[in-house]
């Protein structure tokens, strides 16, 4: 598949209203996306044409409403090679892992039927995930541990910050219940080796939850066929709006889980003493919904479909071997993650000697090139890499050779600015 | 004839008020039987629906003896499980069945299909009630409960 | 105060595209609101302008976004008397309960410091509710009962569905430790005597929990002035966005509670092992959150503040009592509430003899009248009521007195169109 | 000068370097001393103030003898920990907090405020970076920590 040109580029560009203004370079992409006009257009005509609350009224703006929503369901929930029967939505990924993490905690607590049996946790059972995660698929594992008794383990990073897959077949045994990991990481832009994980969570009874924040928006991903059990990601890196995003998981599993969140929308039968649940989706969906952001989200994914997600993959990996190719040129400069030539996304992390990320973001920024700078949500990665915090350039399909460039000649006079180079 | 009125046929308004059915039945000694609930979250509407077999031989398609049933709804949902109850009696388990899956497939047409009345009877009445995706739920609850009891009448 | 004259409301009606389109009449704002341009703007104007990461980034479009998403806070914030360190965000009003009622349970299960002993419930320990609130106050307290070993109680309604305060007196006792209850009910439009409510619950030492979801949109409400401990309230029944809400709490309380969700942005230092969190509000909003959404609501606030709390809540009046006055005038209804010259809000619920509340909503539906139609998420309610569904007509500030005759007028032929009267 | 250069000035940028007071100092015996720790979530960074007094009659306002410091961070950090070690030896302790809080006033001024030279002496390179909200807790932060850790000086 080839990559978009940079003529290509240049025109879809015309869509973001917000890239046509400053900053000149926008490379925080991997922090959240900017929105093509499709998108706004289409939560604008939600609220304009079909507004009303869903799955409660009877007249017909409601059943448009409904209509509506459960559609822009369907359109996310294949775009990621699932059923509409398979997608809970969310605020955001964040949230997302959390409801699996308080889910199974409810079970726990003895809350579900006997189905819920499966997701009980308690001493002695163990929960996984890695040191290179986001803190959104680390904090909610260690709450839930903390709540339920459970153990939770790592698989560690070595000191280019890449998976020790050889580790991970030690800690996946078989007390392990629970291994959470992300598809691509935020930091090193490596994918991580989703098989191989997978087979060692199978092999252990353990469900299987793959963060892809960070995979969905730029890669062609097909769930059922990663052999996850659950995933998550968010709209708003992904070109949809902010507020929304998605828990995918198998059916079976769902409707099997105890409720989190409860209130409306989500019940059968209520009593002041108790409360009986729809199945999945909706038993997840408490409360009147996020209609306009759904209906925009699924505008979003039309806009990816149209594009073609390979070629969208095949671009950022064109930018990503740019990236590392030109920082490995540059003195005084640390790569993070896979060398250059080595598979990565369209992502990159440094540290520059002698500068704090914080000042050489300034420098960028002031240069009109907008990067993200800190830890990244990213603490014990970078402790492992023996840093507090790195600079990261995050491309999308918005982003072109030209960008990746600019990025780089800005980068190279920083060290020059604080008078660590000549 | 405005949608309202193609919804609320002479039909199914007259079902509503003078219901077959109603009122749940003693299956007759030796005659199987199966019962089902259901209910409709959205306004707590909620029906039981008892099917009675006569004895077949063993291997024969069983025929239904009668079907009553005992629940509270709106318009559609009563009318829907009286109509049922006045077609189900002399048919085989298998004709039922059929005419269940005929009664979904056309409820679920949003209007885009036209009744076959000879299969369907006076429940080609419902044709109207499909262009109204909010009210399909009614006209299904008693026809799903039903399907559950036959299946359970075993 | 005035109520809105007619041509004034029409005037206003010109501001909310979708009521220039059908239905005529839109009387279910007690389920969600339309929204006028000014909030659409803001919310397009923030993807155009402004859209980036929030606290995260320090590039001058991140600065940018997070100036906005804390001006938004301080603004709906200050429209129900409070601070912005007292207002965290959430997906909707439901969020907000549950965010309590798991935050109770996270300090329940040895969560928290110190301080979160005060919300630590157990065996012996009663939370209190009432039999008309919406599943959104009920279901989240039962669930948390049910993972503390706690006891459910509540206050139980008449006839007429009026809460019994005699027997909350009876209720609320020195076991109780959390007395939520509805501000206004979504099904009879009754304004709960809060002051009698807080003031048991202060007298036994247990917190309050005000839902304001039917009251912040259509009256001038001062929470700290009312004396309750905490708050909630959904921003799509405000003119505002749907997928955003908000809890209000005390900000000693909030400081003290342990965290709900967990991951990105509320923490401070994290290791694999544990994880220490930033004060309120940032400690309850984790992850990337619904920024544009947070801007378009304070829109939404500044649109109403122009008009003035006062003057909606003294044309929804007039509109109450004008729908009382009209239904107690036709033969075979039952008005649900308060009866015509009471206080009510302008909303009002009905049970139609002999015709089911799915017939009413589909002959007015039709009439070009949207309404709603079922239990509202009230069942006890209704239970006690002796009824399983009800048709309620709810108006807001662009809702004319024509509107409530139309209404009215369409109610009066429905026996008729199912020949329950000649 | 660009907003840029205003905010790193040359005298930051020299603190930055050479840095005045890093390395925590022990007190001398009988000096009373406070010590805060203060961390920026955002980038990780941190840093230890320890503030030392030198003995005063009851009653009388304590005088700075010495602020060491220890810590990680950007160049705003460290400058501004560094210009505080310089200035504070010597101040009475009503002094250094009056200068902590005209500080923080220049710094949230968003740029609208001339900075008093006489009263923040080299502190006052930093008038540029209270164009730039989110390094305001960066300079801040020994500031806050000193605030502290004086607080602690009992
Ligand atoms: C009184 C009351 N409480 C709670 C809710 C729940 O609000 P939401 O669905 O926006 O979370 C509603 C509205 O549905 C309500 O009317
Ligand atoms: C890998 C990864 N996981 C999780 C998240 C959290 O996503 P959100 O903040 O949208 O919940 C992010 C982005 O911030 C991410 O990059």
Same mark, same amino acid.
């Given at each position: 598949m080839l990559p978009l040109t940079d003529p290509e580029v240049r025109a879809l560009r015309e869509d973001f209203p917000l890239l046509t203004g400053t900053p000149a370079v926008y490379l925080d992409s #991997?922090?959240?996306?900017?929105?093509?006009?499709?998108?706004?257009?289409?939560?604008?005509?939600? !609220?304009? /044409?079909?507004?009303?609350?869903?799955?409660?009224?009877? /007249?017909?703006?409601? *059943? @448009?409403?409904? $209509?509506?929503?459960?559609?822009?369901?369907?359109? *996310?929930?294949?775009?990621? #090679? #699932?059923? &509409?029967?398979?997608? *809970?939505?969310?605020? %955001?990924?964040?949230?997302?892992?959390?409801?699996?993490? !308080?889910?199974?905690? %409810?079970?726990?607590?003895?809350?579900? $039927?006997?189905?819920? @049996?499966?997701? =009980?946790?308690?001493?002695?059972? @163990?929960?996984?995930?890695?040191?290179? &995660? /986001? /803190?959104? %698929?680390?904090?909610? +594992?260690? @709450?839930?541990?903390? =709540?339920? #008794?459970?153990?939770?383990? +790592?698989?560690?990073?070595?000191?280019?910050?890449?998976? $020790?897959?050889?580790?991970?077949?030690e800690v996946i045994g078989e007390r392990t219940r629970v291994v959470a990991f992300s598809h691509v990481s935020n930091v090193t832009g490596a994918i991580t080796d989703v098989e191989t994980l997978v087979g060692l969570a199978r092999a252990a009874g353990a469900l299987s939850v793959l963060d892809a924040c960070q995979s969905v928006p730029h890669l062609p991903v097909d769930l059922p066929a990663l052999g996850v059990d659950f995933a998550v990601f968010s709209g708003h890196k992904m070109l949809g709006p902010t507020g929304i995003g998605a828990l995918w998981g198998r059916a079976e599993l769902l409707d099997a889980m105890p409720p989190f969140l409860t209130g409306g929308?989500?019940?059968?039968?209520?009593?002041?003493?108790?409360?009986?649940?729809?199945?999945?989706?909706t038993r997840f969906e408490a409360g009147t919904q996020r209609v306009a952001q759904a209906v925009a989200l699924a505008e979003a994914v039309r806009y990816l479909q149209a594009i073609g997600m390979e070629r969208v993959a095949a671009h950022e990996h064109e930018l990503g071997q740019r990236l590392a190719a030109g920082l490995a040129e540059l003195e005084g400069i640390r790569l993070i993650g896979p060398a250059p030539g080595a598979e990565r996304m369209g992502l990159a992390a440094v540290d520059v000697a002698g500068v704090h990320a914080h000042d050489v973001g300034q420098v960028l920024d002031a240069a009109g090139v907008a990067v993200r700078v800190g830890h990244h949500c990213a603490q014990p990665l970078h402790r492992a890499l023996g840093l507090t915090a790195t600079t990261r350039a995050s491309a999308y399909l918005y982003n072109t050779t030209e960008d990746v460039d600019r990025f780089l000649a800005e980068l190279a006079g920083v060290r020059t600015y604080f008078r660590v180079a000549g | 004839m405005s949608a309202l009125d193609a919804m609320y046929q002479e039909v199914i308004l007259d079902h509503a008020k003078r219901r077959s059915g109603e009122g749940l039945a003693a299956p007759a000694p030796g005659h199987g039987s199966g019962e089902s609930h259901q209910y409709n979250p959205t306004c707590g509407d909620e029906i039981t629906v008892r099917v009675e077999l006569a004895p077949a031989p063993e291997g024969a398609d069983p025929v239904v003896e009668r079907l009553s049933w005992e629940g509270e709804g709106c318009s559609i949902s009563m009318a829907a499980a009286s109509v049922l109850a006045e077609a189900a009696p002399g048919m085989t388990r298998t004709e039922l069945v059929e005419l269940i899956g005929a009664f979904r497939d056309l409820l679920r047409s949003r209007g885009t299909v036209a009744p076959d009345e000879e299969v369907l009877g006076d429940a080609a009445a419902f044709a109207g009630v499909s262009r109204f995706v909010a009210r399909v739920k009614c006209a299904m609850l008693g026809w799903v409960a039903a399907e559950e009891a036959l299946d359970r009448a075993g």
């Open positions: #991997g922090a959240t996306s900017q929105k093509p006009l499709a998108v706004l257009d289409a939560e604008r005509d939600f !609220y304009v /044409h079909r507004n009303a609350a869903v799955h409660r009224g009877a /007249h017909a703006l409601a *059943v @448009e409403a409904t $209509d509506a929503y459960e559609e822009a369901r369907r359109i *996310v929930a294949g775009f990621v #090679g #699932g059923t &509409e029967r398979e997608l *809970v939505w969310t605020s %955001n990924a964040t949230e997302a892992i959390n409801l699996l993490a !308080y889910s199974f905690s %409810n079970a726990s607590a003895g809350r579900g $039927d006997q189905e819920a @049996e499966r997701f =009980r946790l308690g001493p002695g059972d @163990e929960i996984v995930t890695t040191e290179l &995660e /986001h /803190h959104a %698929n680390l904090i909610p +594992w260690q @709450e839930l541990a903390a =709540r339920t #008794g459970a153990t939770l383990r +790592w698989i560690p990073v070595d000191d280019d910050g890449a998976l $020790d897959l050889g580790a991970a077949a929308s989500m019940i059968t039968k209520v009593t002041m003493e108790s409360a009986r649940y729809l199945p999945a989706p | -």
